[in-house]
């Protein structure tokens, strides 16, 4: 699927960058204030309450959750609430495998449904979008680095995003590894995140470790996010260069 016309820069390229800046200071702001109004609705019973209830599950706890995250992806439901919970109900280490597997597994679903199944009525939703239109020429001259590119910078919702490459020429695999490489950061960040809300709700006492992980992480992003916007631009601006 390629496209010519008058080159646009995508918006996330031109983006003020003082703007990320403040993303991460608001994120934590937002853990906070869960914190609090958690304690205040005294949250604890019922988290600890569905907890007991996946794991009652057994070994299908997981896989029930993965099933679940794998359907939403592919029916394009926002999958953040879902990532949260993960960190609620497994814990930091195996709720990023869960998340982790259940995420790049529907992303690649939703990607061989676009490629193989309902590849019209996808390119019909994408056909007056400007922006996909330059990502997708990107992708056909630059490949993987585009993709990890999108998965770092929030070019379009994630959802969306799984079935747009699935209308590239883009090798299944190569987008696979690095769908799953690039949103490995923010799995970590929003598992970890809600692990440690969790663990200060129901043990009464602030896990440090996993606050520095948290900050940690937020801040490896940041770091991430500008370099892929001035890969981006490097693209942009000089289409024919690798």
Not at 18 to 27: A, E, G, Q
Not at 148 to 158: D, G, N, S, T
Request: charged content about 15%.
């Amino acid at each position: 699927m390629k496209h010519t016309g008058k080159k646009k820069h995508i918006a996330a390229s031109s983006a003020p960058p003082r703007k990320s800046i403040w993303r991460p200071i608001i994120l934590l702001v937002v853990v906070i204030s869960l914190m609090v109004l958690a304690r205040v609705f005294n949250l604890g019973g019922r988290l600890g309450e569905l907890r007991e209830w996946i794991l009652s599950l057994g070994a299908l706890g997981p896989l029930v959750y993965i099933l679940i995250y794998i359907a939403a992806v592919v029916l394009a439901i926002p999958g953040s609430v879902i990532t949260i919970m993960a960190g609620v109900l497994f814990g930091s280490v195996l709720g990023i495998a869960v998340v982790s597997l259940g995420s790049t597994v529907g992303a690649s679903f939703a990607f061989l449904i676009s490629r193989h199944v309902a590849r019209e009525a996808v390119a019909q939703k994408f056909d007056n979008n400007e922006k996909f239109h330059r990502l997708d020429q990107l992708t056909e001259e630059h490949g993987a680095i585009i993709v990890a590119i999108a998965r770092l910078v929030p070019l379009f919702p994630f959802n969306l995003l799984n079935y747009g490459f699935g209308l590239t020429t883009l090798p299944f695999w190569t987008y696979a590894f690095w769908s799953w490489t690039c949103m490995l950061p923010g799995t970590v960040l929003l598992v970890v995140g809600t692990d440690a809300v969790a663990s200060t709700i129901q043990q009464g006492r602030i896990p440090w470790v996993l606050i520095v992980i948290f900050i940690l992480t937020i801040a490896i992003i940041t770091v991430l996010v500008r370099q892929a916007r001035k890969k981006l631009r490097t693209k942009e601006e000089n289409p024919k260069n690798e």
